[in-house]
C-alpha cells in the first residue's frame, strides 16, 4: 500500500522513511527466502507503480531496524507519533509481533484514545434489586 496507495503518502508525516524501511524489510526477506514465487511479481509491481521503490530496491542498502517511531496525520485524530518494537521469535525467527504505543499524556496518546472510544461496547445492564 505504501507504494501504490497515494493516500499513504499523506497518512506518514515520515513516509520516505516509512517506504525506504519496508523496502529494506523486504530485500532481508528476500535473502532469507530467495526461491520465493511471490516475490519476483511482487517487485516487479512495485517498480512499475513507483520510481522511488523501483530506486531503493536497485539500492540494496539494507539497514535493519527494530524499534523505531511512525508519525502519521489520521484525518479525525490529527497528528500521531506512535513508537513500535518489533519482537523475533526464538522458535520460528520468520515469526514477529510488532507493537506500537503512544507516550502517556501526549496528544497521540489521547488521539488513540479518542479512536478507541468509537469502538467502546457500552453494556446495558442494569442493576437489579429485589423486590421487598
Excluded at 113 to 126: D, G, M, N, P, Y
Amino acid at each position: 500500500m505504501l507504494f501504490t496507495d497515494p493516500g499513504c503518502r499523506e497518512l506518514y508525516l515520515d513516509w520516505r522513511t516509512i517506504a525506504r524501511s519496508c523496502v529494506a524489510q523486504l530485500h532481508m526477506e528476500a535473502a532469507q527466502c530467495p526461491g520465493d514465487p511471490g516475490l519476483t511479481p511482487l517487485v516487479g509491481e512495485l517498480s512499475v507503480a513507483d520510481a522511488d521503490f523501483r530506486q531503493w530496491w536497485a539500492g540494496r542498502q539494507v539497514p535493519s531496524l527494530r524499534v523505531g517511531a511512525k508519525r502519521l496525520r489520521h484525518p479525525v485524530a490529527g497528528d500521531v507519533t506512535l513508537d513500535w518494537d518489533s519482537l523475533t521469535s526464538t522458535a520460528d525467527a520468520a515469526q514477529q509481533l510488532v507493537i506500537t504505543t503512544a507516550e502517556p499524556g501526549t496528544p497521540s496518546h489521547d488521539g488513540l484514545r479518542f479512536l478507541a472510544s468509537w469502538t467502546a461496547v457500552v453494556c446495558s445492564c442494569t442493576a437489579r434489586t429485589a423486590d421487598p
